[in-house]
């Protein structure tokens, strides 16, 4: 069956979306910002890495020392947010959505980059197979990543606020490349 439509399935179903997310993507395969940045950083192609460098998708490991994190980790029995799977599952892309890192490809400190969303880029990131949208799909890019927001963002969040608007929370995030 289909894997996307596995986890559409398992969404549905009310099962823990991360989990099963998790399950399907092979951490082996991440290669880390670094080598989507040499490609994604240029003006004239919409410049995703400085984009993503000023989301608070980078931060979300920093984020985990601070004050604030350390108070939510106390009432989660976490002496150190930034030393524990229980949070580190949602905010670094190394965790791969498990309480133990998954690769050595991708710094902890990267926190959510670019393949939390697009997927491991191992097999899609060759130039020839990029610039063939369908090649790069079949090689894992998701190219449309929104239904995957809620992997993070959702109820298993300490600071969850109820409901989470993918297409809105986008916008303040959204790293189109300029139309040619
Ligand atoms: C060797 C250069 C290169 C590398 C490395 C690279 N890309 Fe790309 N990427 C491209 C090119 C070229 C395109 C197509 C642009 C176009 O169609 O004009 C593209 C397109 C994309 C798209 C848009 C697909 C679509 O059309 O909807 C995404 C998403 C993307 N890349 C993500 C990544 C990610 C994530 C990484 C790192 C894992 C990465 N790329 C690494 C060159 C690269
Ligand atoms: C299920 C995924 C998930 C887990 C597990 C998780 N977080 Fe988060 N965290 C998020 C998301 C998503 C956000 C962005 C704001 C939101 O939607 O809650 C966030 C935001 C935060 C913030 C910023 C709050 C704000 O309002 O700006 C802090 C601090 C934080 N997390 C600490 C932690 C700590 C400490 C743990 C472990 C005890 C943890 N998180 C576990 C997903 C998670
Ligand atoms: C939080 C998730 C998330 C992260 C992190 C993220 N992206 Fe995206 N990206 C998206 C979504 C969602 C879209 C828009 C898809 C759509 O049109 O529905 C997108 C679109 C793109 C596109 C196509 C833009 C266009 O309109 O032609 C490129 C290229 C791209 N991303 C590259 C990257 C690169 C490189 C990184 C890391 C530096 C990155 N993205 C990080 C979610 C993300
Ligand atoms: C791997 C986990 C993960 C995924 C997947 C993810 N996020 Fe996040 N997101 C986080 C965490 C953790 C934070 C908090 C980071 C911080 O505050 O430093 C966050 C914060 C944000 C913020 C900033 C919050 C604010 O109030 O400004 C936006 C916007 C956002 N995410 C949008 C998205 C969208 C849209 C998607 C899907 C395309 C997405 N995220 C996918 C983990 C994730």
Redesign the pocket.
């Known amino acids: 069956m289909n894997k996307r439509l596995l986890v559409l399935i398992g969404v549905a179903a009310g099962f823990t979306a991360g989990s099963i997310i998790a399950a399907e993507r092979d951490a082996s395969l991440y290669?880390g910002?670094k080598?989507?940045k040499?490609?994604?950083k240029k003006a004239e192609?919409g410049e995703q890495f400085a984009k993503w460098q000023e989301s608070k998708h980078s931060k979300a490991f920093e984020l985990l020392g601070t004050p604030e994190a350390k108070e939510l980790g106390k009432k989660a029995g976490v002496e150190d947010p930034q030393k524990s799977g229980k949070c580190l599952k949602c905010h670094s892309t190394a965790y791969n959505w498990t309480e133990t890192v998954q690769t050595q490809e991708i710094p902890v400190e990267e926190g959510v980059s670019?393949?939390s969303c697009?997927g491991p880029?191992k097999n899609?990131?060759?130039?020839e197979i990029?610039?063939v949208?369908a090649d790069?799909i079949a090689q894992g890019?998701i190219?449309k990543p929104k239904e995957f927001c809620k992997n993070c963002h959702n109820e298993q969040s300490p600071t969850w606020k109820g409901s989470f608007d993918a297409d809105k929370m986008f916008d303040k995030i959204k790293h189109p490349?300029p139309k040619?």
């Open positions: 290669v910002v080598s989507c040499m490609c994604h192609e670019c393949e697009h880029g899609y990131k060759k130039k990029m610039k949208k790069a890019l190219d490349r040619q």
